[in-house]
């Protein structure tokens, strides 16, 4: 089934559906927003290489099903806003898991409408250190690395990124690997020392 884009009044459509049991429409939503789960997935494994893709897939993909259950479809919010939020924290959270920090329950994952002033502060230092981090590997990326990286976000696989980029597959490969290590590098500089 190719992927095709959806408004967002049949996204809110197919959600309503979806809550009421509609397996059909739960499935659609999935497929239309399995890149995201892809993209959110590999960005933190790129830099969090001790945990597995899959692992943070199957966390992301967990999330996804449950942001559809639970989006308000009178929200001002779009689905795609509030799948990509419920994505991002529960693969943290499994990051957080494996590092040892204390994270909420699996139920807990997906933040209430009143988030604390706690939430919100972690999510916007997160997604600054995301930000700043794309930046500087912006500057010290080749030129190469750079556009494997961004292809890599995107959720193209190795395969695909070496066709559109007439490179060896095993080249995408240790391109990935050399971005992961100047990302740790990156990381391990402007983390302060406790």
């Known amino acids: 089934m190719a992927k095709r884009y959806m408004m967002q009044e049949e996204i809110v459509s197919l959600i309503s559906k979806a809550q009421v049991g509609d397996d059909s429409a739960r499935d ?21 290489a001790s945990i597995d893709y899959d692992d943070l897939y199957q966390v992301g993909c967990l999330a996804l099903i449950k942001a559809i259950k639970t989006y308000d479809v009178t929200s001002a919010a779009s689905f795609k806003t509030y799948a990509s939020t419920c994505i991002y924290n529960a693969v943290l959270d499994e990051v957080r898991k494996h590092k040892g920090v204390p994270t909420e329950p699996l139920d807990e994952l997906v933040p209430s409408d009143t988030p604390t002033s706690d939430d919100v502060e972690r999510e916007y230092i997160e997604r600054e250190t995301t930000s700043l981090l794309y930046n500087a590997l912006r500057t010290t990326l080749s030129d190469l690395e750079f556009e494997v990286l961004n292809l ?19 080249k995408v490969d240790n391109t990935l690997t050399a971005i992961k290590h100047k990302a740790q590098e990156i990381l391990s500089k402007n983390t302060p020392k406790a």
């Open 28 to 48: 659609e939503l999935f497929l239309a927003h399995g890149k995201l789960v892809m993209s959110v997935a590999r960005s933190v494994n790129l830099l969090n």
């Open 152 to 170: 890599y976000l995107i959720g193209l696989s190795y395969k695909e990124i070496s066709d559109k980029l007439s490179v060896e597959k095993k």
